[in-house]
């Protein structure tokens, strides 16, 4: 399966963008502290100050931060708003600069405590994604278990795109492995049989697949 192929184009945009807020969420992620207050009024003017305070309290939310910082939802930025006494309209245009967004966003998981996507990070998510793979081959759930990971991990998430790529080759290196843990249950023919059968049939779990395996081989074994 494609990577693009995972998701629909309207999935792909929720999925970057903010989704629907609950009360509960609001209390939760968007009550600031006096600390929190006195690192977002460093950013001096209030639109800068509005928008940081919005990437600040998103990111433990969510786990990342959309581009348009701006979409927030109204309940959000008007909780903030009331709290800094900036008026919500401050925000129109926060992020037009990009360098400005993402300085800021550095600066933000800094103080909070989160990183950023390294290279050890990257093997210790791949790891992670072998080993769920090799219970589950839904690209969805792996996908979501990766969010879920980062997220308990305090690591920014990445884009979509590059989560999907790395959910792909898990699954791929799953049933690499699977392969490599049944061939010697079976005979060459039915080895070419299975081989043909296990590569076009991607979606098959690869533990499953082992017991279907094993159950005809032992089916087939005289008594």
């Not at 433990?60 to 709290?83: D, I, K, M, T, Y």
Request: net charge positive; glycine share 8%; aromatic share 10%.
């Amino acid at each position: 399966m494609a990577t693009q192929d995972v998701f629909s184009a309207e999935d792909l945009a929720r999925l970057r963008g903010f989704p629907e807020i609950n009360r509960a969420e609001l209390i939760r992620y968007f009550t600031l502290t006096g600390a929190d207050e006195a690192f977002v009024r460093q950013f001096r003017t209030g639109r800068n100050v509005l928008g940081v305070a919005v990437q600040l309290c998103t990111l433990p939310w969510l786990g990342f931060v959309p581009n348009e910082v701006a979409a927030a939802p109204a309940a959000v930025v008007g909780r903030l708003s009331q709290r800094l006494g900036i008026a919500m309209g401050e925000l129109r245009g926060y992020g037009e600069r990009e360098q400005t967004r993402t300085g800021h966003l550095r600066e933000v998981a800094g103080y909070a405590g989160w990183r950023s996507m390294d290279t050890a990070g990257w093997k210790d998510l791949d790891e992670f994604l072998f080993a769920r793979a090799m219970e589950h081959d839904s690209p969805k759930l792996l996908f979501r278990l990766a969010c879920e990971y980062l997220l308990s991990s305090r690591v920014v998430r990445p884009g979509v795109i590059l989560l999907l790529r790395r959910v792909a080759a898990a699954r791929a290196r799953a049933r690499g492995e699977t392969w490599a843990r049944v061939r010697h249950l079976l005979t060459d023919r039915g080895a070419r049989s299975w081989t043909c059968c296990w590569f076009r049939t991607p979606t098959w779990a690869g533990l499953r697949w082992c017991g279907w395996v094993w159950g005809r081989r032992r089916r087939a074994l005289p008594r």
